[in-house]
């Protein structure tokens, strides 16, 4: 009596995990499923979680349960089915061997050995394509794909032998020739310096500016003889090219001595000022000081 009531129980906290792991709904849940040998629950949890969108990672692990739960059922075709869409889907994916029994270790293999070359020929030709229409980054990357791919060893002997040899041999020169060909990166753009509004004419209190320098600036001799200092401020504008413009006397001297000093300074020259590194117009004043001569 004591040993049914043990069985009871047994039967019923197995019934209640399996309950509690189809209503969880995880890929978890169905791995400890299939761990506890449970192999048609775990499928019909595995079935929902692949009715979804998961991500191609997830996919390819759903997908591993639902092989190793199929063999484990003995529904070797239904298996190799679902391998066949792994490898389609992703054909350079390995499980761990950890996790994978020697059958089915196998019929990983025996998937490969059908699937791959017609994936590289497909992957040749698409990248084949992409060198002839001048594509040469995509067809660089093409044609690694390709030999990546012929390195898997359950293909080795294939890759041995034509066709698959002759592709490796095509594929290897012509991602070579695409990787050479790829035009390199543009350089990148230098940010615009903010361009600030050119004034008319800038003066000394203009402190961003580099003043104009003398190249030829001759003041005419007074033509008179003195008795008094005198100072008179001469106006005018240098240009871009350094020449002298309106030449003004602010302040004068005399007319006579003005004129003289105006007619003067329309022949000067000089560096002009910079503003930023090109030249400016520049307002300059200068004063013109008469001096008594000295006492013999």
């Known amino acids: 009596m004591r040993n049914t009531t043990c069985a009871s129980v047994l039967l019923i906290t197995v019934a209640f995990s399996v309950t509690t792991y189809a209503a969880d709904g995880t890929l978890a849940a169905a ?14 949890m595995l079935s929902g979680l692949s009715n979804g969108t998961p991500a191609l990672e997830e996919r390819q692990s759903i997908d591993l349960y639902r092989t190793l739960c199929l063999f484990a059922l003995g529904r070797g075709s ?14 350079l994916y ?42 040469f980054a995509v067809a660089s990357a093409g044609f690694a794909d390709v ?41 990148p753009k230098e940010l615009a310096k903010p361009v600030r509004p050119v004034k008319p004419f800038y003066t000394a209190e203009d402190r961003d500016v580099m003043l104009p320098t003398v190249v030829q600036q001759k003041v005419p001799r007074y033509p008179a003889a003195v008795t008094r200092p ?43 000022a910079m503003l930023d590194g090109k030249p400016v117009k520049f307002m300059k004043r200068l004063t013109i000081s008469v001096a008594t001569a000295p006492v013999q």
């Open 78 to 91: 239904d298996a190799d089915r679902v391998i066949d869409a792994m490898l389609t889907r992703e054909p």
């Open 31 to 44: 791995r400890d499923l299939y761990v506890s040998a449970s192999y048609d629950d775990a499928l019909t």
């Open 230 to 272: 005198i100072n008179g401020v001469l106006e005018f504008v240098i240009d871009e090219t350094g020449a002298v413009l309106a030449p003004t006397m602010a302040v004068s001297i005399d007319p006579t001595y003005d004129q003289m000093v105006v007619s003067s300074a329309k022949r000067w020259t000089y560096q002009p």
């Open 147 to 187: 030999l990546k791919s012929m390195a898997d060893s359950d293909i080795a002997s294939l890759v041995a032998a034509p066709p698959l040899s002759d592709i490796r041999t095509l594929a290897t020169s012509f991602r070579d020739l695409s990787t050479k060909l790829i035009p390199p990166p543009p350089a």
């Open 94 to 135: 390995h499980a761990s061997n950890e996790e994978l029994s020697p059958r089915v270790r196998t019929a990983f293999e025996s998937a490969r050995k059908r699937i791959l070359p017609g994936v590289i020929q497909k992957t040749y030709a698409d990248a084949k394509n992409a060198f002839d229409k001048e594509n």
